[in-house]
């Protein structure tokens, strides 16, 4: 697989997120299972491993998993979200003590002692970014981490870090189900020069057209609150697969090559993330890597894009809090 650069940091051209093998998606996948999911994806070329603490065990997965390969690959995690008891929502604590307190417990799960990624998980709005970045910035004196991101952070938080630690990547959702980015995040991106890693690339699995209005979803399964997954949302949102099934059918590919090589083709600096618990989906998301499309083909989708309206795109404000998004407006 090709590689990518995000900020100074150089990895495959796409990544794995680890994170639905243990957490969000359903019933936690079996550790023999995760191991060799995760060990075929690194045989594939994948080089860019995504975990983070509040994924369940993910961080042990991972690190059993990598140990073999530890030095040929890049493993991000995060910091910054509490671990809730079962029912409760997850708290953001980044104060510097905890921050440390933090790394240290990844690392010994991780079965490492460098974290080549950390992200902050979330903003904490109870402790200045400035002092967050500071933090991450000893840590990498000492030789703890190797580069800083930040996940779903407004636009003045981007900036503000930056000018503290220079950001390598900023981790948010992106696919062509979810193009919020587009309006002002990945212009400042181009602008500081730092990468961008895209979670949920397939639309939390709708772009793989497999998913259709009389889906259903288990009482553990994430995609039960997010409103694009209503019945009306995925049965309103059919057009949009019809057009990426036509195409993917005149190149003989799948729905999801096609969605993941229209994310890759966007810009230079992203490195989507999908994750899977399964060997045959893995190899098939890895293969959009060799997927190019053609001019006309990237016009017929953004095109369809352009004009097709997404039901549900907009998670209304009693939900933010729950997915974890944070609410910003442009310049903030």
Not at 19 to 41: C, N, Q, W, Y
Not at 281 to 306: C, H, P, W, Y
């Amino acid at each position: 697989m090709k590689t990518r650069q995000l900020g100074g940091l150089e990895v495959s051209a796409m990544g794995f997120g680890c994170m639905g093998l243990s957490h969000s998606f359903g019933p936690e996948t079996p550790r023999a299972d995760a191991i060799k999911v995760m060990r075929r994806a690194y045989e594939l070329g994948v080089t860019l491993f995504d975990t983070a603490v509040v994924y369940g065990n993910n961080e042990e997965l991972v690190g059993e998993a990598l140990e073999p390969m530890r030095d040929k690959v890049t493993i991000a995690t995060k910091f910054g979200l509490t671990v809730p008891r079962p029912g409760e929502p997850q708290l953001t604590d980044s104060r510097p003590d905890e921050i440390r307190k933090s790394v240290d417990a990844s690392l010994k799960r991780l079965r490492t002692d460098v974290i080549d990624l950390l992200y902050q998980h979330r903003v904490d709005p109870n402790v200045p970014i400035e002092d967050v970045a500071g933090t991450v910035k000893d840590l990498i004196a000492i030789g703890k981490v190797r580069f800083f991101g930040l996940s779903e952070p407004g636009l003045q938080t981007i900036r503000r870090a930056h000018a503290v630690l220079p950001l390598a990547a900023i981790e948010s959702e992106y696919s062509m189900w979810w193009r919020e980015p587009e309006q002002h995040l990945l212009p400042l991106l181009d602008e500081l020069g730092i990468g961008f890693v895209p979670f949920s690339p397939l639309g939390k699995g709708f772009l793989t057209g497999t998913i259709d209005a009389a889906t259903t979803f288990g009482s553990d399964d994430v995609r039960n609150i997010v409103p694009r997954f209503t019945t009306a949302a995925r049965k309103a949102n059919q057009s949009l697969i019809a057009v990426l099934r036509q195409i993917a059918e005149g190149k003989r590919v799948s729905l999801a090559q096609i969605a993941l090589a229209w994310l890759l083709a966007q810009r230079p600096s992203i490195v989507p993330i999908p994750g899977t618990t399964k060997l045959h989906r893995l190899e098939e998301n890895f293969g959009a890597a060799a997927v190019e499309l053609s001019d006309a083909e990237r016009t017929q989708i953004n095109a369809v894009l352009a004009t097709t309206a997404i039901e549900g795109h907009r998670y209304p404000p009693h939900l933010q809090a729950r997915v974890g998004r944070e609410t910003v407006q442009p310049g903030q």
